[in-house]
């Protein structure tokens, strides 16, 4: 068992895990027809055949550390959306309407590892690590922090 840090500074991941090879174009397609303002990149573990890491996108810098993420977990079917300009809950729903989506690990701006199993030579990824524990119990005071800050961002009015 490892723990494998995949955190990219100022960035936003999406970890999941597909079954089918086409599943980077349409993960591209999802992302684009929502908010085609997006930086972002995608990689995908394919678990069979070639087993290459198969990887789009529409940025370079956004594509490397999708691949690079990709080489460091290596779980078969995952895949990783990095990206910026946008935030999880801005393409999230989009991304798990993809029919080869099987499942999301992770959706966060947060620091993120990865606990991933090996044995032979499958890895899987069995928990995930997001951000930090609490430090406390919300009060009124963050409670309106909280109230403005959703209304500051435009996702309640």
Not at 84 to 94: E, Q, V
Request: hydrophobic share 40%; aromatic share 8%.
């Amino acid at each position: 068992m490892e723990i494998v840090d995949i955190s990219v500074k100022d960035c936003s991941i999406i970890v999941g895990q597909a079954h089918f090879i086409k599943t980077v174009e349409d993960l591209y397609e999802a992302i684009v027809n929502v908010n085609p303002n997006i930086e972002f990149g995608i990689a995908f573990c394919e678990a069979s055949g070639k087993r290459l890491i198969r990887h789009i996108g529409n940025s370079d810098e956004m594509i490397k550390h999708a691949i690079e993420i990709a080489k460091k977990v290596g779980a078969g079917h995952s895949f990783y959306i990095v990206f910026k300009n946008g935030w999880p809950i801005n393409i999230l729903n989009s991304i798990k309407q993809v029919p080869e989506v099987v499942g999301i690990y992770a959706a966060t701006s947060n620091p993120l590892k990865l606990i991933v199993l090996e044995h032979e030579d499958q890895r899987a990824i069995i928990g995930v690590l997001d951000g930090y524990k609490p430090l406390g119990v919300e009060g009124d005071q963050e409670k309106k922090e909280r109230h403005s800050l959703l209304r500051n961002l435009k996702y309640k009015w």
